[in-house]
């Protein structure tokens, strides 16, 4: 099985600490978000691995090749303009060869390594991470599902159908992972560049069986803002 981390963005929500850094190697607890993606994946023997960068595509490269961390680097050239959904759909000849398929991991998500474990473990050969929390409140991606079955992902999803939140990371087969690749493809042809990427797999799970794998209680940290990153060191032990 592969990996694609998606590290692409700009962080403007975290700048001026985003300036010069990628969102991926702030750090929490002194160690950098990405190292924290690197052992879970490590954990799970998952040592095939792509980032798809963007912002500070070199200082990235600089970082893994400083820490031996081996991987391939796809560069989004265009990432300025662009939205994540198109970064992924660059890595989309990195994992077509495997016939475990891969996972799909935000750079911005700490967890712990038992998580990745749990959800490589899980039955469902197509599926996400997602947190039961149904806070009108909360900037989370809401879902709304039919069973483990998710048909809808938007932050507009009203509370009255909202079954859960969106974690990650995402594991897909070879054959889902393809379909998914060619679904965001259409949109590619037609210059739509700028989806982003949940949102576009709620699109596609309306036609698609895509699963949502409830977090049976790992603790976790999405990093958007500042004031994210001072609740993940409250929140992520060491």
Known sequence: MKAVI???????????????KPKCLMTVHEKPILEYQ?????????????IVSGHCHDLLKTYTAQYNHPVTFIEN????????????WLAKEFVADDPEGFLLINSDLVFPPEMLAFLIDSKEKDCIIIEKNTDPESDMVKIEMKGND???????????????E???P????????????????????????????????????????????YNPGFVWAEIDTYEDLQLAHELINV
């Open 150 to 164: 998710i048909i809808a992902m938007s932050k507009d999803i009203p509370p009255q159908k909202t079954s859960a």
């Open 38 to 50: 690197f052992e879970a994946l490590r954990h799970v023997g998952i040592t095939d691995i792509a």
């Open 77 to 88: 050239t265009d990432f300025a303009d662009t939205n994540n959904a198109y970064g992924i």
């Open 6 to 20: 998606i590290a692409g963005g700009q962080g403007r929500r975290l700048l001026p600490h985003t300036k010069d």
């Open 166 to 168: 969106a974690v990650g």
């Open 170 to 213: 995402v594991k897909f087969s070879q054959e889902g992972g393809a379909l998914f690749m060619e679904y965001l493809e259409s949109f590619v042809k037609k210059n739509e560049r700028n989806h982003w990427f949940f949102y576009k797999l709620g699109d596609f799970a309306r036609d698609h069986f895509f699963a949502g794998i």
